[in-house]
Structures are given as C-alpha cells and as structure tokens.
C-alpha cells in the first residue's frame, strides 16, 4: 500500500483564522534564551554586552501599546509609515521591530493577532487563472498550492550554475523571433540555432549566414545575467548575451522544497494588508480618477492615505483601521507544529497543505490535501513608508531555527569581538559542526511534484545562516556602517534593547530580528548591493539580509532582495512578485465587509 504524508509545500496559501497565543512556562526575561523549558533544539545566544548604538527608550516601547504600557501579549499600535523619519539606520530598525510586534499582537478586538484578522488577506490561487485575495473570516480553509517559485527581477525562472552563481533562463520556442545584432552592429533576425555533435554553436540569419560576433537584443533588465535556451538537432543549447555557449550546469531550479529535522517540509504563504489591497483595486478600477495616487509606485504620503480610505468608504469597503501603516505584504514560513516538542513556543494556525505519494525517496506526488496546525518560523515583513516607495524588507526567525556562521560585532569597549559558528542541533540543522550546509536536496516541478536532487533523497537537510545579520565579514553594507562588526551591533542592540522590555511570557521574545533592507533615498532599486553599486538604488542597510528558512539557498556576499525584487523600476509590479497577478477586489469581497457592518 501506498504511503500518503502529510507534508507539502506552498507559497501561497490561504488559512483560517485560529492563531493560538500559547503560555509559555519559562520565568527567564533573558534574550538569549527561549521562553520555553522542553525546547529540543539549540537557540541564539545574542551577545549581552554589545556597545549600544540602536536602541529604544523605556517610555518610547510603552507608547507602542496600545495600553500605554508593555504588557505580556498586548497589543500593540503600528508604526506610523506616513510620517517615518529615516535619519539614519535605527529608524528603520526601529520600524521593523514595531512592526513585527503589531501584526503579532493579541488581542480582544482582533480575537487572534492582527496578522489573522480581516486586516489582512490571504493570497490565493484563481481557479479562472492568477491570483486573488481571500479576506480573513472564520471558517474560510481554502486549498494550499504545492508550488514555490523563484523568480529573477525579469520574472524568468532562476537557476543556479556549479559554482553558485544565480542566473535568469528565457526559454526561446522553434521559430520564435529573435533579433540578434552582429559584428558590425547590424539588426538581423534569428533564423535557426544550429549545434554539430562535439561542435560549435552557429547562429544563423534568415539568408542562411552565420552571424559573426552575434549579441543577443533584449530589453531585460540585468541582460548580463539572462541565459537564452535555444532548441537544436542536438538538444537545447544554453547561450550567453553574445552567443556564447555555457556550460553553466543549469540543471537547478531554485525552485527547492526545505524538509526541517522534524521531518515537516516547509510552508509558505503570502499576505497583504487592507490598503494594499485597497491600492491595487483603485489604481486597476477605470472610474477611478485621483491625480494623488500613482500607479507607478505604492502609496508613501498622507494625501495617498487620505485619498484610499475615502476610496474604501465610497466602495462600501471597511474603514481600514491601519491606514497609517501603508501598503504591506508578508511572506511566512511554517512547520507542521504538531511533530514539534514545544509547539507552544510558537504562533500557530490551521492550515490545508498537500498530501503526498511517498512511497518513493526520491519522487513524492501530490494526491490530495489535509488541514494541519502549523507553527510559524520565519516572516518577511514589506512595507512602504515616507521617502521608500521601494519599501522597507525586514525579516525575521524563530530563535530555533538555524545555527548562525562566525561572525564580529563591537563590544562596549569599542573592542571588535568575534563569535565563533554555532554548534548544537536546531530545527533546520541536526549536526551544527558537520561543516555540509544549505545543500539543496529536493527540487519542485511545474506539477508540483517533490524531486529529490541527483544523489539525494527526500529527506532533511543542514541549513547555515551564512550571514547572521545581512553582513558579511569584511564589508561596508551602508554608508552610515564602516563595517559588518559595526553593521551587526546595531542588529544584535536592537534585538537586545527589545527583548529586555518585553514583559513575560510573550511568544513573541522567541522570534529574532535578522535584519532589514532599502535604498538611499528611496531610489528605484538596481539589483545590486552597496558598495558594489555606490549609486542610490544600491541595497542598503543589512545588505546582504537573507531568512533561512525562504532564501536557504540564495545566501551569497553577491545577494540581497532587490536580487529578484527590482528592475530598476518602482512599479508595483517590478518590486512584488505577485502584485501584478491578483485580480481587484471584488463583489464577493465588498459582501462580506458589509456583512460585517451589521
């Protein structure tokens, strides 16, 4: 008999709204250590004497309550994203943190967490094609999809080359135009690719002619970094912008699966807030007239927050309640909780993930799905705010997750210290000091089967945080940091300074901030990262900010989000992989808000 398990993969999933807010039985207020006693898996130990450069004041934290005072689970007020003062790195710091502390708040109004109420709305598959947006209400368990995209700033599928290096592939058809210039700059058009056996590769024009010193004319963003596939006799041939042949051993998707030592694969799903979605539907409505609002970039000043509420209030929407926060999407990650020793460590959800035919090690096929409780362990938080229409990306982990890298921070001497690589067992890595990390074992297709990579099975693999916060050893991520050690104790104070306030108990003293990114001024986003690219759209912040639980595989001195969120444009579209797929709110939607009202 076959064998079906509950395990899958989604990154875009719907869920239902039961966000459980567990006790906790620990009395340690300590940062460096879990809120629970049966925690099976090692957790960071934060440096407690880290010179304090970001921090925030005692009768500051009390104002983000909505109490006025900190208070263990309470709720707590988001920041104001319309008047964000950017000054220099700890304001956004600050804003991530604040953040990260709303849309996980308990509380009576919400009956969960904000992230789990009708503020936000899951972002799920059309049946009719695309994407929409399902709005939190009891009872909705809609199907989670089994498929995990990783696509470039130019949507094209990434892969990854034998020496880790990450490029675009645009996959050309029999017959499918192409125009190539050749050595004299002459605009010709591709007729045929032709490839002899053990021989070289010869583009030809429409009059038969091989093209000398051929360059491959597209409009892409980053072409240097596009690979152009091309049918032969002789089987697909893999070509660079000037017709080269490479042998980039292309064979590896990005598009990977993650299996956590509790034996659950990874989850992920993707949110946004009420007036991102508001946004989306005004700007895609044709009666909509407004010379406030842009459609070119997401909402960062007042008059736009004015002009959606009063959108929202003339469709028969609910009033969002966190106008001020802007447009935001979140991207979570989850384990099933109920193979975890501690799940009430965590916050947790219902959910329907795939179930699949594991019958075999190496191939397991989707056949059916099955609602689980999930437990949360990593969240990216994007958020449009003042002066950065390209958004702020900040990201978490569950303090269990992964083992951190060596890496140096500033102690309150001044004195630079280095912290050694973690050892110990965590949920993503059983042997710390084995020395073989983030190799990908498990690659997904377009039917969402699970694949297991050449010489592996579908099992658990060790995950590294190659760069604890976003930096490498060795490297200037931002202007107002000389240095990843300097870099690092903003991060590392931040989380400390936080931490130390939270009252206790609270679920959310297990999640660490990893780090955030944007770009100077607000510039349209390059791809690139600071001081590689010293020009404004440069990344900057934690340069380097990867969650290991989403970009496991995708840590590199060369990476950061703008990798594949940009295109050296500001558009919607250009920064969100899935903005310019969902559908506009509708009927079914403005019911329920109404339904609401009465």
């Known amino acids: 008999?076959?064998?079906?398990?509950?395990?899958?993969?989604?990154?875009?999933?719907?869920?239902?709204?039961?966000?459980?807010?567990?006790?906790?039985?620990?009395?340690?207020?300590?940062?460096?250590?879990?809120?629970?006693?049966?925690?099976?898996?090692?957790?960071?130990?934060?440096?407690?004497?880290?010179?304090?450069?970001?921090?925030?004041?005692?009768?500051?934290?009390?104002?983000?309550?909505?109490?006025?005072?900190?208070?263990?689970?309470?709720?707590?007020?988001?920041?104001?994203?319309v008047t964000f003062g950017h000054q220099n790195?700890?304001?956004?710091?600050?804003?991530?943190?604040?953040?990260?502390?709303?849309?996980?708040?308990?509380?009576?109004?919400?009956?969960?967490?904000?992230?789990?109420?009708?503020?936000?709305?899951?972002?799920?598959?059309?049946?009719?094609?695309?994407?929409?947006?399902?709005?939190?209400?009891?009872?909705?368990?809609?199907?989670?999809?089994?498929?995990?995209?990783?696509?470039?700033?130019?949507?094209?599928?990434?892969?990854?080359?034998?020496?880790?290096?990450?490029?675009?592939?645009?996959?050309?058809?029999?017959?499918?135009?192409?125009?190539?210039?050749?050595?004299?700059?002459?605009?010709l058009e591709l007729s045929n690719v032709e490839k002899a056996a053990n021989g070289p590769v010869l583009l030809k024009d429409k009059t038969g002619n091989k093209i000398e010193q051929p360059s491959i004319v597209t409009k892409l963003v980053h072409p240097e970094n596009v690979l152009h596939a091309f049918p032969t006799s002789n089987g697909t041939v893999i070509l660079d912008i000037n017709g080269n042949e490479v042998?980039?051993?292309?064979?590896?998707?990005?598009?990977?699966?993650?299996?956590?030592?509790?034996?659950?694969?990874?989850?992920?799903?993707?949110?946004?807030?009420?007036?991102?979605?508001?946004?989306?539907?005004?700007?895609?409505?044709?009666?909509?007239?407004?010379?406030?609002?842009?459609?070119?970039?997401?909402?960062?000043?007042?008059?736009?927050?004015t002009c959606l509420v009063n959108y929202a209030k003339s469709h028969g929407y609910l009033v969002p309640t966190d106008s001020n926060a802007l447009a935001m999407e979140l991207k979570t990650s989850w384990v099933i909780a109920d193979s975890l020793a501690n799940p009430?460590?965590?916050?947790?959800?219902?959910?329907?993930?795939?179930?699949?035919?594991?019958?075999?090690?190496?191939?397991?096929?989707?056949?059916?799905?099955?609602?689980?409780?999930?437990?949360?362990?990593?969240?990216?938080?994007?958020?449009?705010?003042?002066?950065?229409?390209?958004?702020?990306?900040?990201?978490?982990?569950?303090q269990s997750n992964t083992p951190n890298a060596a890496y140096q921070y500033i102690n309150s001497k001044g004195q630079v210290q280095t912290v050694a690589a973690d050892a110990g067992s965590w949920l993503f890595n059983s042997n710390a000091a084995g020395g073989s990390y983030n190799v990908p074992y498990i690659n997904v297709d377009s039917a969402s089967n699970l694949i297991a990579t050449t010489?592996?099975?579908?099992?658990?693999?060790?995950?590294?945080?190659?760069?604890?916060?976003?930096?490498?050893?060795?490297?200037?991520?931002?202007?107002?940091?000389?240095?990843?050690?300097?870099?690092?104790?903003?991060?590392i104070s931040i989380n400390n300074s936080i931490m130390s306030m939270i009252p206790g108990k609270d679920l959310r003293k297990n999640y660490l901030f990893i780090g955030a990114v944007w770009t100077f001024g607000g510039a349209a986003p390059t791809g690139s990262i600071y001081p590689v690219d010293s020009t404004s759209g440069g990344a900057i912040g934690t340069s380097v900010l990867a969650n290991s639980t989403m970009e496991t595989y995708f840590q590199s001195t060369s990476f950061t989000c703008f990798t594949c969120h940009s295109n050296n444009s500001l558009q919607p579209g250009a920064l969100s992989h899935v903005f310019s797929k969902i559908k506009p709110l509708n009927k079914m939607l403005k019911k329920i808000d109404q339904d609401q009202k009465k």
Request: proline content about 6%; aromatic content about 10%.
């Open 455 to 491: 010489g592996n099975t579908i099992a658990s693999s060790n995950t590294q945080r190659l760069f604890p916060f976003g930096t490498a050893i060795g490297t200037v991520p931002n202007q107002q940091d000389t240095s990843a050690s300097a870099s690092n104790t903003e991060l």
């Open 1 to 81: 008999m076959k064998k079906k398990v509950i395990v899958g993969i989604s990154l875009i999933a719907a869920v239902t709204l039961i966000w459980l807010g567990a006790c906790n039985s620990s009395n340690s207020n300590k940062t460096t250590e879990s809120v629970g006693q049966n925690t099976p898996y090692s957790s960071i130990k934060l440096p407690q004497d880290a010179m304090a450069t970001c921090t925030v004041s005692k009768d500051t934290f009390n104002t983000w309550f909505k109490s006025g005072a900190a208070t263990e689970n309470g709720a707590v007020t988001p920041p104001n994203s």
């Open 247 to 305: 042998d980039a051993g292309i064979d590896q998707a990005t598009s990977n699966a993650l299996i956590a030592q509790n034996n659950s694969l990874v989850y992920y799903i993707t949110m946004v807030n009420d007036m991102y979605a508001y946004y989306l539907t005004a700007i895609n409505d044709p009666n909509f007239k407004n010379d406030s609002i842009s459609s070119k970039q997401f909402p960062t000043t007042a008059p736009e927050r």
């Open 344 to 398: 009430e460590d965590y916050f947790l959800m219902d959910a329907m993930i795939p179930t699949y035919d594991a019958s075999s090690n190496t191939f397991w096929k989707p056949v059916g799905q099955q609602k689980a409780k999930l437990a949360l362990v990593g969240i990216h938080i994007v958020g449009s705010v003042a002066g950065h229409p390209e958004m702020i990306w900040a990201t978490f982990e569950h």
């Open 89 to 187: 790195n700890c304001d956004f710091y600050q804003w991530s943190e604040r953040m990260f502390l709303w849309i996980t708040s308990s509380s009576q109004e919400y009956a969960g967490t904000v992230m789990a109420s009708p503020v936000f709305y899951n972002v799920v598959s059309d049946p009719a094609g695309g994407l929409m947006l399902e709005k939190h209400t009891p009872g909705i368990i809609p199907p989670a999809t089994s498929s995990v995209e990783k696509n470039g700033p130019n949507r094209l599928p990434v892969f990854r080359d034998k020496k880790g290096r990450l490029f675009e592939v645009m996959v050309h058809k029999a017959g499918e135009k192409v125009l190539v210039k050749n050595k004299a700059g002459k605009l």
